[in-house]
T-cell receptor
């Protein structure tokens, strides 16, 4: 079963705009991670946020976590065509070192 | 270290045939995972190993699926008597777990299976 669910399922923006995607999950977590997947490729880890953190930045990425609402958001600022990919949130089912379960993903298309 | 390597990258087979995928993880990683991903969906967990021990198998993993990780190094995923519903991308990932640290996965590029 999938723990997380991303919203929207698909997002199309122009280069330079910001992209926001959301993730909701079901059970208590110790951390939440975001991964990117280019078409037909494996997933690449982007950023991890721990349950005691509310916001985290990495380059053009900003992640927030609201454990009371069991939700997270990923913001990509000043998007580029190269950001076109699917984005997945992932959470450990139990504990910090548990296997990760992935959401259904948001497909982001950035056009010139 | 060249990351996680998967072979073959693509496999087309006829229904009823057996197929085997290989995964070479990052050498210092102690955990190895197999996931399956169908079009438009997120990866679904199949099984994982800590060193050579297979610690968990998903209910998705029918009796036709078997995974091994001899000597805690590379892993193989075999699918016997393939069915059209087995068509998917099979992803391997590895991680290094230390104590209660978070589990960050490094994925391979995947092996795409098409069953005709």
């Amino acid at each position: 079963s999938q723990q997380g669910e991303e919203d929207p399922q698909a997002l199309s923006i122009q280069e330079g705009e910001n992209a926001t995607m959301n993730c909701s999950y079901k059970t208590s977590i110790n951390n939440l991670q975001w991964y990117r997947q280019n078409s037909g490729r494996g997933l690449v880890h982007l950023i991890l946020i721990r349950s005691n953190e509310r916001e985290k930045h990495s380059g053009r990425l900003r992640v927030t976590l609201d454990t009371s609402k069991k939700s997270s958001s990923l913001l990509i600022t000043a998007s580029r065509a190269a950001d076109t990919a699917s984005y997945f949130c992932a959470t450990p089912l139990t504990g910090t070192a548990s296997k990760l379960t992935f959401g259904t993903g948001t497909r982001l298309q950035v056009t010139l | 270290d060249t990351g996680v390597s998967q072979n073959p990258r693509h496999k087309i087979t006829k229904r009823g045939q057996n197929v085997t995928f290989r995964c070479d993880p990052i050498s210092e990683h102690n955990r190895l995972y197999w996931y399956r991903q169908t079009l438009g969906q997120g990866p679904e967990f199949l099984t994982y190993f800590q060193n050579e021990a297979q610690l968990e198998k998903s209910r998705l993993l029918s009796d036709r699926f078997s995974a091994e990780r001899p000597k805690g190094s590379f892993s193989t995923l075999e699918i016997q008597r393939t069915e059209q519903g087995d068509s998917a991308m099979y992803l391997c990932a590895s991680s290094l777990i230390r104590g209660t640290g978070a589990n960050v996965l490094t994925f391979g590029a995947g092996s795409r299976l098409t069953v005709l």
